[in-house]
């Protein structure tokens, strides 16, 4: 019997895939491979699946769910300990366990959802903090060289949300992170003012590192921005669109329409997506779509409910990016991935050791 991807992601949609793949022990990972690399079809890998969109017609192919669990310790002196994490671990359990260890770097990532795996992908990050604060290796899986590898930060060409996982799809499958974590009952410096303003703090403070992760995920809470475990809004991929780059003469229009205008850390001017939707016209609740709506908390957030179709989202975030675009000349980039069975199979791909062009013929993606 096939297996529905509706299944195994947070909107509830997609078909069947021709052959669905669990992926538990890090010891049989060897053995996974080579079989993978037997099969003549298309690999799709997936995390949590709380960034997919999977199609109505399922994927033809074989779909690879990363699923391992586990946290290793290590001392490196009286300020730093080593944290090396399996893929598949979800991020909101590292970040819980961080804080109850009393350690530093990740919590304000907390409330995210998604894999530890998939945080290199496009760079998590949170109020101010990204997975490459503290990563300091991952190893994965190159299917070009068929074999796995040890990547540092400076090969992973880490951006604004962005890395060569994500600008490649086709070549790696992240396994396990290494991270290196500070001991702290105090959290890293708040940077954005609107956190201050929850904690009680002035910015540059440093909060108890407690209060800090719970004043985050309240914040996460009354924003929308977690996943709500029941109500309208329980079948979504958070954010559906990237905050746009944008030229200084858009941003004087922006600021002057009374737009937020930012520079994220090692990136170029930035819009507001949500500002944007919000100012064509759309609102939270807003239908967009049969069966598709902006969830009743932002409008940045899509929501499926009765009637809704993967073909029907996709069609929202046509319109909306549409809307948008008519309005302001700026191009919104839809966030969440979409499973392709147009790829070349693992086995046409080894032994070839040469990095993929813009367009690489074979789709090995990692999504949350």
């Not at 960034?51 to 391992?68: E, K, M, P, Q, Y």
């Amino acid at each position: 019997m096939s297996e529905l991807l509706a299944d195994h992601t947070t909107l509830r949609l997609g078909g069947p895939a021709d052959r669905f793949l669990t992926h538990r022990d890090p010891a049989l990972w060897p053995d996974l491979t080579r079989d993978i690399h037997r099969s003549p079809t298309p690999l799709y890998v997936l995390g949590g699946g709380s960034n997919t969109i999977a199609a109505d017609t399922g994927f033809s192919g074989t779909v690879l769910r990363i699923a391992t669990h586990g946290i290793r310790a290590r001392i490196l002196d009286s300020e730093l300990v080593e944290l090396t994490v399996q893929a598949g671990h979800p991020l909101r359990d590292l970040v819980a366990y961080t804080v109850a260890e009393g350690l530093s770097g990740l919590e304000y990532l907390g409330g995210i959802p998604g894999t530890a795996g998939a945080t290199p992908i496009q760079n998590t990050g949170a109020y101010g903090q990204q997975i490459s604060d503290t990563l300091t290796r991952l190893t994965a899986y190159d299917w070009h060289l068929g074999h796995s590898v040890e990547l540092r930060p400076a090969d992973c060409g880490f951006g604004y949300r962005t890395s060569i996982f994500k600008d490649h799809p086709g070549r790696w499958t992240i396994l396990t992170i290494t991270l290196v974590l500070a001991r702290s009952t105090s959290a890293a410096p708040v940077s954005y003012p609107h956190l201050a303003d929850i904690l009680g703090v002035p910015r540059g403070a440093q909060p108890p590192l407690t209060e800090a992760a719970h004043g985050v995920l309240a914040d996460r809470n009354n924003r929308g921005l977690s996943l709500p475990a029941s109500g309208p809004d329980t079948r979504q991929v958070g954010s559906v669109f990237l905050n746009p780059t944008i030229t200084r003469d858009q941003a004087r229009a922006l600021r002057a329409a009374g737009g937020p205008v930012n520079r994220p850390q090692g990136s170029g001017l930035r819009a507001s997506a949500g500002w944007l939707l919000e100012s064509a016209g759309y609102r939270p609740g807003a239908q967009v779509a049969p069966g598709v709506y902006c969830s009743s908390r932002r409008t940045l957030t899509l929501t499926a409910r009765s009637g809704a179709t993967s073909t029907s989202f996709d069609a929202a975030l046509r319109t909306l990016a549409a809307c948008v675009f008519s309005a302001t000349t700026i191009r919104l980039t839809p966030e969440p991935r979409r499973p392709s069975s147009d790829s070349t199979p693992p086995s046409a791909r080894t032994g070839g050791g040469q990095p993929p062009g813009p367009a690489a013929d074979f789709e090995v993606s990692w999504v949350r």
